[in-house]
């Protein structure tokens, strides 16, 4: 399908950190550039809201990330690190990421989910059918479902460019 891309489209940005940020390590050993991904995910057209949404732990430092994240125009969601009694860990947006999507999705022309969740695939649907919202996605595409690529209107995959969209990144993956 053809995306239209004008300067004057509402973009929303919602970002699953942990999916790109578990991408970007098991792919390429490195982290992920988030000022890179968000000038991708809005290319010239009018950034209405950018959210990550992320996971705090109980020794806090990841504080100067989220700062960072701030810093260039992502506002932040925490949601504190889920540690069961059995020692298993929780670290889950993806309902939260919808329901943002969905309340925000009146006020935009086009949704870009930076995530390669396939769960979001029935987000994407709706978006569509209901809201009349272009929905886009940006992830690793080796690490993405091939669901969500199949549902968007269009997939940018950070895999063709990694050096672009990864902070030092010198391998050639």
Known sequence: MAVIKHTAQRVGVFIDTQNL?????????TRVN??????EAVD??????AIAYVISTENGEE??????????GIETKVKGLQ????????????????????????????????????????LIEYLDMNEGCQV????FGKSSSAKIKEAAHAFTDMCEDPK????????NN
């Open 34 to 39: 988030f000022a890179k991904v968000l000038e």
């Open 63 to 72: 504080a100067a990330f989220f700062d960072a994240l701030t810093k260039i």
């Open 164 to 171: 672009k969209f990864l902070i030092n990144y010198r391998g």
């Open 44 to 49: 010239g057209r009018t950034l209405v809201r």
């Open 83 to 122: 540690i069961f009694a059995d020692g298993a860990k929780k670290a889950d947006w993806d309902v939260g990421l919808a329901i943002d999507a969905v309340k925000i999705a009146p006020k935009l022309d086009t949704i870009v989910i930076a995530s390669g969740d396939g769960d979001f695939v029935p």
């Open 136 to 139: 886009e996605v940006i992830s």
């Open 21 to 29: 940020y578990h991408s970007a390590k098991h792919l390429y050993k």
